[in-house]
């Protein structure tokens, strides 16, 4: 990556944080070269903080680090991508993202992380442990059962029902995909491949 820290006079570059499971963005901040190189080193973004004005690994206080997965630039090698797996909140007001949305749009991709964790750590009474416990076979019947419901809602019952329905199938889709081990990512993978 040629990235061309020399285009402002303060050889900083903007650099956007994004969850890389939901796809959030989490956070703006600013990098020079040796914070890129050190954030490059250590898997953890480090910015240089213009307030501080040294370099700053995010949790080096709170330990609400933000473990890199990838890189990118973008097209005028100027501004980066970074996609993290944030540990903890990434605001220093405790919110997980400092901008400040009307709902997380990307619920859906965080609800995966949910029932993984639940796949990974199970809690006793979750429901998410009772319909593992039961195997595939009744999961997958679950789906067929919220289809059908969804189906019906559509046709006969009101804008909330149909929406409440179209959110248990979902949710149970959810479920099922963690079951067969293949994530939401694979399934926007290939609709993206299908749609082309």
């Given amino acids: 990556m040629k990235i061309d820290f020399n285009k402002n006079n303060d050889g900083l570059v903007p650099?956007?944080?994004q969850n890389e499971q939901?796809?959030?963005?989490?956070?703006?901040?600013?990098?020079?070269?040796?914070?890129?190189?050190?954030?490059?080193a250590e898997s953890k973004v480090t910015f240089f903080s213009r307030t501080k004005n040294?370099?700053?690994?995010?949790?080096?206080?709170?330990?609400?680090?933000?473990?890199?997965?990838?890189?990118?630039i973008d097209c005028d090698n100027d501004t980066l991508l970074i996609k993290v797996d944030p540990i903890g909140p990434t605001c220093h007001t405790?919110?997980?993202?400092?901008?400040?949305?009307?709902?997380?749009q990307n619920f859906i991709f965080e609800l995966e992380q949910i029932v993984n964790s639940r796949y990974e750590h199970p809690q006793e009474g979750s429901y998410v442990n009772k319909l593992r416990t039961k195997g595939l076979n009744k999961i997958a019947q679950k789906v067929g059962e919220e289809g059908v419901e969804?189906?019906?809602a559509a046709l006969n019952e009101t804008e909330t029902d149909f929406?409440?329905?179209?959110?248990d199938l979902v949710f149970h889709l959810i479920v099922l995909l963690r079951e067969k081990n293949?994530?939401?990512?694979t399934i926007a993978e290939?609709?993206?491949k299908r749609h082309r």
């Fill in 190 to 192: 290939n609709l993206e």
């Fill in 182 to 185: 293949i994530s939401l990512r």
């Fill in 163 to 167: 929406i409440n329905e179209a959110s």
């Fill in 94 to 104: 405790g919110s997980r993202s400092c901008f400040k949305t009307e709902y997380n």
């Fill in 22 to 40: 939901t796809l959030e963005v989490l956070m703006l901040g600013y990098m020079n070269s040796e914070a890129y190189e050190k954030t490059r």
């Fill in 150 to 152: 969804t189906v019906i």
């Fill in 15 to 17: 650099v956007i944080i």
């Fill in 54 to 72: 040294r370099l700053w690994t995010k949790g080096e206080e709170s330990g609400n680090f933000l473990y890199v997965k990838s890189i990118s």
